[in-house]
């Protein structure tokens, strides 16, 4: 999927499947689930051509929208899942010392998703020179 994407991000034109089936030596059935799934991220986008009955694909170039939008589908595929199953399991009867030591291990766990949830939350409301300027401190130290 990387391969893909990075291909439709350095192309100055939108692809056609056989013309990056050929670029990267995949299968149809590769390169069409991978595509439908960049799709599906928002990170690729359709694009029809007038007298072509082919579909042609092209990349966002804008990698801090490009960021934005993994960070963003990340969350909710990833994290939203994992708080709401740690939620659950926080609702559990603590009688035992088993289950009194499961549920404190799974609040440590659950604090650790809630800030990575709030941390991809302030990304993805942040502009980019922000993020920028954050980031550079961060790393400066």
């Known amino acids: 999927m990387a391969q893909i994407h990075a291909l439709l991000m ?3 034109d939108s692809l056609d499947t056989d013309t990056i089936m050929a670029e990267l030596q995949i299968s149809r059935g590769n390169a069409n689930m991978n595509i439908r799934d960049l799709i599906d991220w928002g990170l690729v986008f359709k694009k029809l051509k007038s007298g ?3 579909e042609f694909f092209y990349a966002e170039k804008d990698i801090w929208k490009v960021a934005r939008q993994v960070v963003k589908e990340r969350r909710r595929r ?3 899942p994992v708080l709401a199953v740690l939620d659950e399991l926080t609702s559990i009867n603590t009688d ?3 289950a ?3 549920t404190k291990v799974i609040s440590n766990i659950s604090r650790v998703a809630t800030f990575a949830d709030a941390t ?3 990304a993805l409301k942040a502009e980019e020179t922000w993020l920028l300027t954050n980031f550079v401190k961060l790393f400066a130290r």
């Open 10 to 12: 350095i192309s100055p």
């Open 78 to 80: 990833e994290i939203a």
């Open 52 to 54: 072509e009955r082919r």
């Open 120 to 122: 991809a939350g302030a």
């Open 100 to 102: 009194a030591e499961f």
């Open 96 to 98: 035992s010392p088993e």
